[in-house]
């Protein structure tokens, strides 16, 4: 549901999505920068999508899955990055910004992620850069449902996805981890 409020003295306005998400709605998170894009983009540029990253969420959402993207930039940046997702054809989702500039932005998103939980929503999985999966543990998703995509080998308690494409492969055979419900 979209909400647009007008407000009467100057006719500023604040536009809304409202998400009315059922108790034990499984969830699947994905990182923005470095899980769902090749390259980092500061300056505003479009940064590249990391090959098959698209696929992988259309089949969870396909799944029937609620998607959830996050991500620890300022939420100042939120209508760039929701531009940048549909153009690239990411299907719709929740998105999630640091509010403003924050000294700790991933202890933000681990916050975040817990209230999420709090309220009744289930992480089915998540998947980011090396950064994140501390930030995914430490909200208490299990390791066996957190996925670590490309970089370097930092972390051996989490699922490595070398290639988007082998995964989805493996996602749509059922035979390597967190497909099933928990």
Not at 114 to 138: P, T, W
């Amino acid at each position: 549901m979209t909400l647009i409020r007008i407000f009467a003295g100057d006719h500023s306005y604040l536009d809304a999505f409202i998400a009315v998400v059922p108790n034990e709605t499984p969830i699947v998170v994905f990182s923005i920068d470095g899980s769902l894009t090749a390259s980092v983009s500061v300056t505003g540029r479009d940064p590249r999508v990391r090959p098959g990253a698209v696929d992988v969420a259309r089949f969870w959402h396909e799944q029937g899955f609620l998607l959830l993207y996050v991500t620890a930039r300022p939420d100042m940046q939120q209508r760039g990055v929701a531009a940048w997702l549909a153009q690239h054809n990411f299907p719709h989702a929740m998105l999630y910004f640091a509010p403003s500039f924050l000294m700790d932005p991933l202890k933000q998103k681990t916050c975040y992620l817990r209230q999420l939980q709090s309220e009744g929503m289930r992480i089915h999985a998540a998947y980011g850069s090396n950064k994140d999966v501390a930030v995914y543990a430490s909200a208490g998703v299990d390791t066996d449902r957190i996925a670590t995509v490309g970089g370097r080998r930092k972390h051996t308690n989490c699922v490595i996805v070398d290639s988007y494409s082998a995964h989805l492969a493996e996602l749509a055979s059922s035979t390597k981890f967190f497909f099933h419900s928990s």
